[in-house]
């Protein structure tokens, strides 16, 4: 079992910024893809950002292209989500997820059994 501890969030204007941290507690986060969804009230869990074991792949939501940067320090076992030019529309729970293995990158949030509790994203207009 894998138990993922976000950090991060908070309440930022539109055009600010904002830095999620990823970390699995107790163990390494080594062979695992680790990826960002969010959700936000009446809507459904959608896929943001993700990026591979090795952290030379990573993909993205074509909402967040250009805004968003993930990026993963395995030294320090943590990943993180960079997120500039944040918009309103960017409000939502953001969850850290990771599933092992060293394939390629999935989008869907049922093929990660890990989660992290969930960390607030508030942009104000």
């Known amino acids: 079992q894998v138990q993922l501890v976000e950090s991060g969030g908070g309440l930022v204007q539109a055009g600010g910024s904002l830095r999620l941290s990823c970390a699995p507690s107790?163990?390494?986060?080594?062979?695992?893809?680790v990826a960002w969804f969010r959700q936000s009230p009446g809507k459904e869990r959608e896929f943001v950002s993700a990026?591979?074991?090795?952290?030379?792949?990573?993909y993205y939501k074509d909402s967040v292209k250009g805004r968003f940067t993930i990026s993963r320090d395995n030294a320090k076992n943590t990943v993180y989500l960079e997120m500039n030019s944040l918009k309103p529309e960017d409000t939502a729970v953001y969850y850290c997820?990771?599933?092992?293995?060293?394939?390629?990158?999935?989008?869907?949030?049922?093929?990660?059994?890990?989660w992290g509790q969930g960390t607030q994203v508030t942009v104000s207009s």
């Open positions: 997820a990771a599933r092992g293995g060293k394939d390629t990158i999935r989008v869907k949030s049922s093929e990660y059994p890990y």
């Open positions: 107790g163990r390494t986060f080594s062979g695992y893809i």
């Open positions: 990026i591979s074991w090795s952290g030379g792949s990573t």
